[in-house]
């Protein structure tokens, strides 16, 4: 099993950025490719960003390319996503999981381990 607790989220002005951390322990974090997922109030999750397990390929929800960034530091057993330009419709809860190999980025259905969130709130 992997533990994983998300952090950095906040209160910002719509423009502002924020970067979130999640921060894995127990199983070889390098084994998974990551993603983040965001959850709005009365919506479902939905996927923002994901990254294989070196680093080298990223995957992004349209409505976050050119504003946000996902990365990750195996040797820190972490994955960040850096979020510029945040806009109101970023207000949401943010998760990270590890995917299922050989599955899709995009679904919610290919990832596990949930952390338990953290909170962005973007003001207009």
């Known amino acids: 099993q992997v533990q994983l607790v998300e952090s950095g989220g906040g209160l910002v002005q719509a423009g502002g950025s924020l970067r979130l951390s999640c921060v894995a322990s127990?199983?070889?974090?390098?084994?998974?490719?990551m993603g983040w997922f965001r959850q709005a109030p009365g919506k479902e999750r939905e996927f923002v960003a994901g990254i294989n397990w070196s680093g080298g390929s990223s995957y992004y929800a349209d409505s976050a390319k050119g504003r946000f960034t996902i990365s990750r530091v195996n040797a820190e057993n972490t994955v960040y996503l850096q979020m510029n330009s945040l806009k109101p419709e970023d207000t949401a809860v943010y998760y990270c999981?590890?995917?299922?190999?050989?599955?899709?980025?995009?679904?919610?259905?290919?990832?596990?381990?949930w952390g338990q969130g953290t909170q962005v709130t973007v003001s207009s």
């Open positions: 127990g199983r070889t974090f390098s084994n998974y490719a």
């Open positions: 999981g590890t995917k299922t190999p050989w599955d899709t980025y995009y679904s919610e259905s290919s990832y596990g381990n």
